[in-house]
């Protein structure tokens, strides 16, 4: 019998979920890939930051008119490629409460945000 399954890389994020309480909402993303095509990917990204003269790290709290197009590719990219898969939960966390749900622990809330985000 032959196992369908392959190995998945995840690279998750979250924002939002320790700043401000006046922030009402937090993100918290995945990207996933078969693990077989992550060098390949990253060696596409690699090309843009080189095409764009990005240097280091990039994040979307970055963003500037001179780096437009950079983010234009890299969302093409992503949606164009099909090995490439993105999901989020976006939070009210307003409407959280750790004491009912999470025993007061709002650690553990966090976990099962992230939990949801990854398998639903």
Same mark, same amino acid.
């Given at each position: 019998?032959?196992?369908?399954?392959?190995?998945?890389?995840?690279?998750?994020?979250?924002?939002?979920?320790? *700043?401000?309480?006046?922030?009402?909402?937090?993100?918290?993303?995945?990207?996933?890939?078969? =693990?077989?095509?992550?060098?390949?990917? /990253?060696? $596409?990204?690699?090309?843009?930051?080189?095409?764009?003269?990005? $240097?280091?790290?990039? +994040?979307?709290? =970055?963003?500037?008119? &001179?780096?437009?197009?950079?983010?234009? *590719?890299?969302?093409?990219?992503? %949606?164009? &490629?099909?090995?490439? *898969?993105?999901?989020?939960? /976006?939070?009210?966390?307003?409407?959280?409460?750790?004491?009912?749900? &999470?025993? +007061?622990?709002?650690?553990? +809330?966090?976990? %099962?945000?992230?939990? $949801?985000?990854?398998?639903?």
């Amino acid at each position: 019998m032959t196992d369908n399954l392959c190995e998945m890389n995840i690279y998750c994020d979250e924002s939002r979920h320790t *700043s401000d309480r006046s922030d009402a909402f937090m993100v918290i993303g995945a990207i996933s890939c078969p =693990r077989e095509h992550k060098h390949e990917i /990253v060696h $596409q990204i690699h090309c843009l930051k080189r095409k764009f003269a990005t $240097q280091g790290e990039f +994040g979307w709290k =970055r963003l500037s008119p &001179n780096r437009r197009d950079f983010y234009w *590719s890299l969302i093409k990219l992503f %949606k164009d &490629n099909e090995f490439i *898969s993105f999901r989020c939960i /976006v939070v009210d966390r307003t409407c959280l409460d750790h004491e009912k749900h &999470n025993m +007061g622990d709002k650690e553990l +809330g966090f976990y %099962k945000l992230y939990y $949801q985000m990854l398998v639903h």
